[in-house]
């Protein structure tokens, strides 16, 4: 607790990034991290986003927590970054031990803590690297009756603007 409530008093840094308190392998994770904390940061909003620390005996239901104090923006946001054109459930989620599949277990650790959800997909190659915030619902409208979500789809929802060194989310979220 001591750790945490020194790291509270101290204000963000001057370069709008979250402070790295554990270290984070995948960038688009790192990025997204960044990405949420400079909207708050730009837009004089109260919120944190982090990642928390991964461990084989601890379950990780999703890649980023957001905690704010407006209720539009207490999150949790899934991130996958692929090559190719579509997403999906088969080969860009996994099943648990259980046999339960990724999206079931982010689906019900969304409503078991009232957070709203987003996918957070980054498609790589071609000209340039995409990325997209999808509400967590149209998710599952797609996990429903699809094997897969085209980049078309992503396209219509939040676009993130590519910056150097990540993407900054350029307006606020859309209203539940």
Partial sequence: MKVGLLFFQKPFASSHTAPNIYS??????????????????ENRKRGFAYRLKQSTFNTQYVDIIVDS???????????????????SFSSNFHKDKDGVH??????????????????????????????????????????????????????????LERIPGGYRLPAGLPEE
């Fill in 24 to 41: 984070m392998n995948n960038s688009f994770e790192r990025e997204m991290v960044q990405c949420m904390n400079r909207f708050f940061t």
């Fill in 69 to 87: 104090k407006e209720p539009g923006y207490y999150l949790a946001i899934e991130c996958k970054s692929l090559k190719g054109k579509r997403l």
């Fill in 102 to 159: 990724q999206i079931d277990n982010i689906s019900g650790f969304i409503s078991y803590t009232g957070r709203r959800g987003f996918l957070a997909a980054e498609f790589r190659g071609g000209q340039k690297n995409e990325a997209y915030l999808m509400p967590w619902e149209l998710v599952l409208e797609y996990f429903d009756s699809a094997a897969s979500i085209p980049i078309e789809a992503f396209r219509e929802c939040i676009v």
